[in-house]
């Protein structure tokens, strides 16, 4: 009788240990280890020592703006995924940028592929240096109603603190960001709106206002890297509309930034000097101030 219960309670207290291994509650979520539809990619938990060839196995953007598929397009090679800084004057002059700076990962528009803090995004991009290390996530997300936005900024102010920087970019957009300069990363969310406009196959359209969220986050040790590789001097003369101009000739200065999507606005001594207050952001909306 003794041994039997002595065994019940060995076996009971096995049972205890082996339930406490197997609740949920105590095991930890992993972080998604690629992304697809729906993996929440945790842009609050990364390291910058994530495998971006495992992270965009499944799901990327060809250098060329088409999604790469391994049937049609071959091995996906380092020149698919080559880094070019891409804005409006290196499109309108035709502007080679440098070729060495590192690689671009991009995804394509996927519902939920990563998230910050309750903020979901649909399209996510990795910069790498050109050992193919992270140093900078770019995620992209758009709202239908300013509210939701303004509520989910205001979740950040409260869990990061007040922003290290608030600029006021664009009144035509309603163009805002934030950025606040932590440990070992910098964190910047730009705000902005547009009009889309859409048809049917009736012939209907339909015109909506967006309201549009991009997170950057920048690993700090990188930022004067970046800083740099968007730095680009005219040469003396300029090949434009097939003939040579002098660099005097085009409304351009001669060393100039080549901005992007990557480069940190606090970068620019125009908005962090605020000469004549035109980039302080209390001329924005209340949508966009979260003060």
């Known amino acids: 009788m003794v041994k039997l219960l002595q065994y019940i309670i060995v076996a009971s207290l096995l049972q205890s240990c082996n339930s406490k291994q197997d609740t949920p509650a105590i095991v930890a979520k992993k972080q998604a280890t690629f992304l697809c539809k729906n993996s929440v990619f945790d842009l609050g938990a990364i390291t910058f020592r994530e495998n971006p060839s495992k992270l965009y196995a499944e799901n990327i953007i060809k250098s060329d703006d088409v999604q790469y598929y391994a049937e049609r397009d071959g091995k996906l090679t380092d020149e698919m995924l080559q880094y070019k800084i891409s804005n409006t004057t290196t499109k309108y002059m035709e502007i080679e940028t440098p070729k060495d700076f590192g690689f671009l990962y991009r995804s394509p528009e996927l519902d939920s592929i990563a998230k910050f803090k309750s903020i979901s995004f649909n399209s996510l991009s990795l910069l790498t240096n050109i050992d193919k290390k992270p140093i900078a996530f770019l995620g992209q997300t758009k709202f239908r109603k300013t509210g939701d936005r303004k509520k989910k900024l205001e979740e950040i102010k409260t869990k990061l603190g007040s922003p290290t ?30 009009v889309t406009i859409t048809f049917n196959t009736k012939g209907e359209t339909k015109q909506e206002t967006q309201y549009y969220l991009e997170i950057l986050i920048v690993a700090n040790k990188y930022k004067n890297d970046i800083y740099n590789a968007h730095k680009y001097k005219f040469p003396d003369e300029i090949l434009y509309d097939i003939k040579y101009h002098s660099d005097k000739d085009l409304p351009f200065e001669k060393n100039n930034i080549l901005k992007d999507k990557f480069l940190l606005l606090s970068s620019n001594d125009i908005y962090i000097k605020e000469e004549y207050g035109k980039y302080n952001i209390i001329q924005a909306t209340d949508d966009c101030i979260i003060f």
């Open 165 to 194: 920087h608030s600029f006021f970019v664009d009144k035509e957009f309603d163009q805002c960001a934030y950025e606040w300069v932590l440990s070992d990363r910098t964190i910047q969310i730009e705000i902005s709106s547009g």
